[in-house]
């Protein structure tokens, strides 16, 4: 999570790439709360709005920096890959705290279907391995431009099943199949106007034959990836003041909102060194 200041790209007191956990064991809905003390954003005390930015998962870049970096080679836990990012949520403040965020997938995730074609119908596709090559295996995201800035070079990744995320790649970009079963090996391309799009689901049903006149082919079904999880963010509901709460440094009152209900909010004011609470 990082806060910016309202309609800016500046970050707001270096709260920047802060971890939220989920704390839901819902799917659709997740509850996000800070991991500690120290990953925790707060709201500017002066009722100054901010904007929301979160991204989920992969390593946070270096400090203060919006571009994420990207990489599929490893197949093997699909969840540790599958980057999403929430639409900007703007203008927050202590006077609307309530954060909700709608995260989107923005790589591509492909589902593999092999059919026995020609000659192939005693194949054994028990231990079947797919390959897919000659596309971008890592790529670098802008969190302030919402879109991908630029792509690694193009390698070969194997599929861990018959499901995997991948970086996004154009129609017309050459993107290959391999797939090795029962000690023989299928080569196919994707169709030259099938683009891997961001966000999409693409259904790839692969042919084989085991006829040297005929070879494997190729079909794509592309649909929206659904799924993305609605997440609160339950901790910036709470406005605490930076710093120290002293009469030296002109701050006479503060409010503090319960977590999870906005309108359940306590206002402290400094009377004679003393603080107290209404309602």
């Known amino acids: 999570v990082s806060t910016l200041k309202d309609g800016t790209n500046t970050i707001f007191e270096m709260q920047a790439n802060l971890k939220y956990i989920n704390t839901s064991t819902d799917g659709a809905t997740a509850n996000f709360s800070p991991a500690d003390t ?141 797939v090795v079963a029962d000690g023989k090996t299928f080569n196919t391309a994707l169709d030259a106007d099938v683009a891997l799009g961001s966000g999409e689901e693409a259904e790839i049903t692969i042919t084989l034959s085991a006829n040297p006149n005929v070879p494997a082919t190729v079909t794509a079904t592309i649909k929206p990836w659904t799924g993305c999880p609605t997440a609160d963010l339950k901790a910036l509901d709470v406005d605490i003041p930076q710093g120290d709460m002293n009469l030296a440094e002109g701050i006479s009152s503060f409010i503090l909102w319960k977590s999870g209900n906005a309108a359940d909010k306590r206002t402290y004011t400094l009377t004679a060194n003393q603080w107290s609470a209404l309602p």
Not at 48 to 57: E, F, G, I, N, R
Not at 61 to 76: K, R
Not at 89 to 113: C, M, N, W, Y
């Open 38 to 178: 120290d990953n925790t954003a707060y709201y500017p005390t002066d009722g100054s709005q901010l904007d929301v930015l979160a991204y989920d998962p992969t390593e946070a870049p270096e400090p203060g920096s919006m571009l994420i970096n990207i990489n599929t080679s490893n197949q093997t836990s699909l969840p540790a890959i599958d980057f999403m990012t929430a639409t900007k949520v703007e203008g927050k403040s202590q006077d609307a705290p309530a954060v909700t965020l709608e995260f989107e997938h923005r790589l591509t995730k492909l589902t593999i279907i092999l059919v026995k074609g020609d000659g192939a119908e005693d194949l054994d596709l028990t231990n079947a391995q797919v390959t897919v090559s000659n596309t971008p295996a890592s790529a670098v995201y802008d969190l302030y431009m919402q879109s991908f800035t630029s792509f690694g070079d193009k390698a070969d990744i194997a599929i861990k099943g018959l499901t995997g995320i991948v970086v996004p790649a154009e129609a017309g970009s050459g993107v290959n199949f391999t």
